[in-house]
């Protein structure tokens, strides 16, 4: 990928994992714990630091040599991060202590999907923290605070690096920069069992769906399990066969589900089911998930199980 200089993510652990694949930097943008500091510093991991504590460990660990870091300001996120108006002097304090080195220095945006006049001045307070900081403690360390949102409605701030999440699968926060993208993940199951249901047979946990007329049931290999919402039982949900919509029925269960095929003839077990993703003229997007689920489309696509085989095109 080109202008791709080091993986962003959240844990240890699935930095231990990209490491086996990739060889470039890697930023762990989470808290590190206690007893997970000594193999970020052997395996040459970037941590995030928001206390001078934290950095007085990484130092004392790191007596062979250097360890990058990646210092966090707090500017409206309240979540991690030293406060912006610590800022300046936790990392005069924290740049002058042995076998540290600044690799960047980061904020994050809480509304940048949802308030434009907020955004724009928190990051012109980040800019100026970031010229304060450059100005007092001279280095080559980079600035990064856009992820997707930011990325797509604010470009004008990009600083160094940006943070590309959710738009990696081409899908935009931002409903209006869709047009921009174009979604690369598909999701598919396939069909275990069809049956001829008579009227009036209960579909699934809770007998929440009756037929209506005599239908014809396709029971699907995915559930919960797998990160299929359980809160799309009963909500409209659809899936597709063979280019065509249909509905799900009931309740979603922890390894199956089921829908309504009575419309497409000749479905047979086997058959594969899109449940995201596009088959033909149609298609069920991720936020067309999520809006009916009633979450928001990283919960989608994050919570997509380990039992679910992946295929790399």
Not at 37 to 61: K, N
Not at 132 to 150: I, M, T, Y
Request: some cysteine; overall charge positive; hydrophobic content about 40%.
């Amino acid at each position: 990928m080109r202008n791709y200089s080091a993986s962003q993510i959240w844990s240890l652990k699935e930095a231990i994992v990209l490491r086996k694949e990739l060889s470039h930097r890697v930023i762990i943008l989470g808290p590190a714990l206690s007893e997970e500091r000594s193999t970020i510093v052997e395996a040459g991991f970037i941590p995030t630091i928001s206390t001078f504590e934290e950095a007085q460990e990484f130092s004392r660990l790191a007596s062979n040599g250097a360890i990058p870091i990646n210092f966090k300001v707090d500017t409206g996120m309240g979540r991690m991060g030293v406060p912006e108006r610590e800022a300046l002097h936790v990392f005069k304090e924290v740049s002058a202590l042995p076998n540290i080195q600044v690799h960047s220095i980061s904020t994050h945006l809480p509304v940048s999907n949802e308030a434009a006049e907020y955004t724009r001045e928190q990051l012109e307070r980040f800019g100026k923290i970031a010229g304060q900081l450059r100005a007092e403690v001279p280095g080559d360390f980079k600035a990064h605070v856009l992820q997707s949102a930011g990325t797509l409605a604010f470009n004008e701030k990009i600083f160094d690096i940006v943070r590309a999440g959710i738009m990696l699968y081409g899908i935009s926060p931002l409903p209006e920069f869709q047009k921009l993208l174009r979604p690369v993940m598909t999701w598919k199951t396939r069909i275990s069992l069809v049956r001829d249901m008579p009227k009036g047979s209960s579909i699934s946990y809770g007998r929440t769906f009756i037929t209506p007329r005599k239908m014809r049931i396709a029971t699907l290999s995915a559930g919960y399990a797998d990160g299929y919402p359980w809160h799309l039982s009963n909500r409209d949900a659809a899936v597709l066969v063979r280019g065509q919509r249909c509905a799900l029925l009931g309740r979603v269960t922890m390894d199956l589900m089921m829908i309504d095929v009575s419309k497409i003839d000749n479905v047979q077990v086997g058959d594969e089911v899109v449940l995201m993703g596009c088959d033909g003229n149609e298609g069920i997007s991720c936020a067309e998930l999520a809006e009916r689920a009633r979450t928001i489309p990283w919960e989608i696509i994050t919570r997509i199980g380990s039992r679910v085989r992946r295929i790399y095109l």
